[in-house]
């Protein structure tokens, strides 16, 4: 896996996919400057080392060129977070972008225009990403967040640079904290899934039972596994259709030795919203007119205990409908826990979809090993998927 140390930047221009694509206000202001932040130990790096920085990424899903998406609403905060002045080019490739790459000097960056506003990104095109490759010396790929993508900058372009091409530290310590988990994680490995439906972690369960001691099934997921063993749920969202496979998730899980965990009592409202009445509930015996919002005090306790007794855990979704407040108790103590555990030396890895969301909501973010840049790209490595950025890297 070649990575910056691979290379001497000195007076090389390194051409960068970062992941810039930052959420902005109706005045165009940078309102989460996570990913900026993320990017900067690669780009420092390789300015100390006497290079310069070409710099590219999407922002938003423009159709063709529109003001509003344009990568210059983010300059002055790139300058801010890196601390030094960024050059920038209205267009990603062609005559303007050629001449700035070129007369860039070292430790200058280069921050280049919206790459979806040629539709040729997204389609991949060849072309294109040769007329990307001409700008820089070395590929350097940080973007986590798209490398499930197979788009002409984070990963048709690597085939023009054959020797010279390698990850970014960011991308580096992704693909090293997912290994930790699914390939070198240190056991009891724990896996804890929680959101809202079986249908769209299924993969992920599947795959991942090859790989963890424990899994701790929460959230939405939790009814269809109860209905499908007899159990009521009442209006819990359930899915009827997937009742077939949870039994056979169950029978795997035995076979393969994992234990599952289950909440035994919930949090159960009678209506879906913060101002509901609500009872602590066995979760096999939920009435008519009242569905499972959160974790109960039992469930909450034998996770913790888990949690407790794992060296590896890795969390992808929340326990409880935590954007309303009522319903949150069970995901802030599922990140308490984890929190505890690592500080008692486990390895912990946040990612995937919702749950980066409800970490950073908790302030657990510095309690945890990790927390993964990329939701759905997290999502295909636990579903066992080779991500074509990161391929493309390796090849
Ligand atoms: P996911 O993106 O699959 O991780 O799902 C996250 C969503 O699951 C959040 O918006 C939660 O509100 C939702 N969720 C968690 N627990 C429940 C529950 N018991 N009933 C309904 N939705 C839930």
Request: charged share 20%; hydrophobic share 40%; aromatic share 6%.
């Amino acid at each position: 896996m070649k990575t910056l140390n691979d290379f001497n930047f000195e007076n090389k221009k390194a051409l960068i996919r970062v992941d810039f694509n930052v959420p902005l206000n109706d005045a165009f202001e940078v309102t989460d400057a996570t990913r900026i932040i993320s990017a900067k130990p690669t780009i420092i790096k390789i300015l100390e080392e006497g290079g310069s920085c070409i710099l590219m990424s999407h922002l938003g899903r423009p159709k063709g060129v529109q003001a509003e998406f344009s990568l210059q609403h983010i300059v002055s905060k790139v300058e801010d977070i890196l601390g030094v002045t960024v050059k920038f080019v209205d267009n990603c490739i062609g005559p303007v972008a050629e001449e700035a790459a070129q007369n860039l000097n070292p430790g200058e960056i280069l921050l280049l225009e919206n790459l979806r506003f040629h539709e040729e990104e997204k389609q991949g095109d060849k072309d294109f990403a040769e007329a990307l490759s001409q700008l820089g010396d070395i590929y350097v790929n940080d973007a986590f967040g798209t490398a499930h993508r197979a788009h002409a900058s984070t990963t048709i372009i690597a085939q023009f640079f054959p020797e010279n091409k390698c990850f970014g530290h960011l991308l580096a310590q992704e693909i090293e904290s997912i290994n930790k988990v699914m390939e070198t994680g240190e056991k009891p490995v724990l896996a804890v899934l929680g959101g809202a439906k079986v249908s769209s972690k299924i993969t992920i369960i599947e795959n991942i039972l090859d790989k963890v001691d424990h899994l701790i099934i929460g959230g939405g997921m939790t009814f269809t596994f109860i209905k499908a063993q007899g159990g009521s749920v009442g209006d819990s969202i359930c899915e009827d259709d997937k009742m077939e496979l949870a039994l056979d998730i169950l029978k795997q899980a035995k076979a393969k030795n994992v234990q599952i965990h289950l909440p035994v009592d919930v949090l159960a409202a009678n209506a879906f919203s913060n101002d509901a009445d609500t009872q602590i509930i066995d979760v096999t015996q939920i009435p008519e007119g009242w569905q499972g919002l959160d974790a109960g005090p039992k469930s909450i306790e034998s996770f913790h205990e888990v949690v407790m007794q794992s060296k590896t855990i890795l969390w992808n979704g929340p326990l409880g409908v935590f954007e309303m407040e009522n319903f949150a108790k069970g995901t802030i103590a599922l990140g308490d826990s984890i929190a505890e555990a690592t500080k008692n030396g486990a390895f912990s890895l946040v990612g995937g979809g919702d749950s980066v969301a409800a970490v950073k909501q908790f302030g657990f973010e510095n309690k945890v090993s990790y927390v993964s840049t990329g939701g759905g790209a997290m999502l295909e490595s636990l579903e066992g998927k080779t991500l074509p950025g990161i391929a493309a890297i390796l090849e």
